[in-house]
């Protein structure tokens, strides 16, 4: 009798490891965004064309699935960009344009969207400058739109902040605007957003970091280098991303 239990319970196991399989293997959202924000914090962005690939592959037309997925090739193209990788980040500019015509098409207010649009017409320019005269105007126009329609998603103002971070003063660049939006943008991310695996919540207080250096606050930015790295640890990269003369000069 002891023996035919022992039978059955085997047979219950086999027939349940397959279950187990896929249950194992589907990662879902929370899996990714954990990926991208180690890959981040350690400044190695080498696993995120994987993992990019990876969500294309699943095919969700779920829109929050979709937005993330939109949101890591803007992270990506941005990391390329810095590194001079030009065609890479046209790839991906290229590859964000598709799933951005579509998602607007469908979702025409939602103002996660519109931020990226404005965000990626400002990498257009990055890649072929002679075309801000039409890219411009384009960026804004969405990055205007994001805030209209939801003046509490800090995605808008984060790149209102990095068109006036990046354009030259003759045209309208203000260093100190920047940084009174990227701001304004951390006190709603911290208050609206879950921070757990945030990739981009680490971003934006680069982007400060870098903004309180290049505008002399220093003693602040010395501070504030401090903050994050109780919360993220040793970030060699950092110097990189603010520019180590203004942090090795100080």
């Keep these: 009798m002891e ?13 349940l490891i397959p279950s187990f399989v896929v249950t194992a293997q589907k990662k879902d959202l929370a899996y990714y965004q954990c990926a991208f924000f180690e890959s981040y914090r350690k400044g190695d962005m080498t696993p995120w064309l994987g993992l990019i690939a990876e969500m294309e592959r699943a095919k969700s037309q779920d829109l929050v699935w979709q937005t993330e997925m939109v949101k890591a090739m803007y992270g ?24 951005l015509e579509k998602l607007l098409k469908d979702h025409p207010n939602n103002a996660k969207l519109h931020s990226l649009s404005g965000a990626f017409y400002g990498y257009k320019i990055a890649l072929s400058f002679y075309k801000a005269p039409f890219f411009g105007p384009k960026s804004l126009s969405h990055i205007e739109k994001s805030i209209e329609l939801d003046p509490a998603e800090p995605m808008g103002y984060i790149e209102k902040a990095n068109s006036y971070l ?35 919540h680490l971003l934006l207080r680069a982007f400060i970091l870098k903004t309180l ?7 602040e930015a010395k501070l504030f280098l401090s903050e994050m ?6 970030m060699e990269w950092i110097k990189q991303f603010v520019g180590s003369k203004l942090i090795d000069e100080k």
Excluded: H
């Design 3 to 15: 023996r035919k239990t022992n039978k059955v319970l085997v047979l219950i196991a086999l027939l």
């Design 76 to 99: 990506l193209v941005g990391y390329e960009l810095g590194a001079k990788n030009k065609d890479l980040a046209r790839v991906y500019v290229n590859k964000a344009d598709v799933y």
């Design 166 to 200: 990046y354009r030259p003063a003759a045209f309208g660049g203000d260093k100190d605007v920047a940084l009174s939006l990227y701001r304004k943008a951390l006190k709603l991310m911290e208050t609206r957003s879950n921070l757990t695996c945030n990739w981009q």
């Design 213 to 219: 250096y290049e505008t002399k606050r220093d003693a």
């Design 229 to 234: 790295e109780k919360d993220y640890g040793s």
